[in-house]
């Protein structure tokens, strides 16, 4: 059905705006890039995480994110807690749903944190001394520090995003945004989403992607797989999803203050 409103500028939202009230239109676009940026890169974790888990003979098991639609959810590795037509949709991909925090905690390895700050206490309460050592807790952006998330679950093995915003001519394209999982198959939004590029305005920075690749290493570890071995493997899979990835050493693990003390000592 055609929309009949669509040329008439009295109808649009911005029309009643007061002139202090468009100056914080630019937050919608904030709003949806968040949003986008959020569930993109956890999906891109848990993409690297799957590879390494499949080439490693480990079935690693992982809280689903958003996008019932992708056709990479598999039913036999995938559980959520969700309820009502949530559940409907998820359960015709496959996906086995329960309300029960503390089951799913016991049964994931990469599980997503994603709750209103006023059910934080209930939700970590019902995770606590549930998760096991090698489960990777993945928070969505909140107000949150890692170490408050850390006490509240008894966990240390977290990875936050910390998302910062950058002036730019391009941060209206997230206004594009409308429906997540359609907007996940827009090549213009994963390109304004890519970690190192601040083409959307906005930037996660090298701090996420090196707590990416602890990340990686800490589960190869977890695996049992010895440094030469869980370099390898983490090499594979970054080249897998780049080419043009660069080869990760030892040292790339070290940091420089690190690595100066180790060449004094010796």
Not at 142 to 150: D, I, K, W, Y
Not at 186 to 206: H, K, Q, Y
Request: with cysteine.
């Amino acid at each position: 059905m055609a929309d009949i409103s669509g040329d008439l500028g009295s109808f649009s939202f911005e029309a009643e705006l007061t002139e202090e009230e468009e100056g914080l239109l630019h937050l919608r676009a904030r709003s949806a890039g968040l949003t986008f940026c959020g569930c993109a890169h956890a999906a891109f974790l848990c993409k690297l995480v799957q590879s390494l888990s499949e080439r490693g003979g480990r079935g690693w098991r992982a809280h689903p994110v958003e996008g019932w639609e992708d056709e990479q959810v598999r039913g036999q590795d995938d559980v959520t807690t969700c309820e009502g037509t949530e559940a409907l949709e998820a359960i015709k991909k496959g996906v086995e749903c329960f309300f029960d925090n503390g089951r799913l905690a016991a049964w994931a390895d990469l599980l997503f944190l994603c709750c209103l700050p006023s059910d934080l206490h209930k939700v970590c309460a019902d995770l606590h001394s549930r998760l096991s050592k090698h489960c990777l807790v993945y928070s969505f952006t909140s107000g949150v520090p890692v170490t408050r998330l850390a006490r509240l679950l008894g966990h240390d093995f977290i990875l936050k995003p910390q998302y910062d915003f950058i002036a730019c001519g391009n941060a209206d394209v997230w206004l594009t945004c409308t429906h997540l999982t359609t907007a996940l198959a827009d090549p213009s939004l994963i390109e304004a989403s890519c970690p190192l590029t601040t083409r959307g305005g906005i930037s996660v920075g090298l701090n996420w992607v090196s707590a990416v690749l602890y990340s990686l290493l800490n589960i190869c570890t977890s695996a049992g797989l010895g440094s030469s071995d869980a370099l390898s493997l983490i090499n594979t899979v970054l080249k897998e999803e780049s080419p043009h990835a660069v080869q990760l050493d030892e040292l790339s693990f070290i940091s420089a203050s690190q690595e100066a003390s180790m060449c004094t000592e010796e």
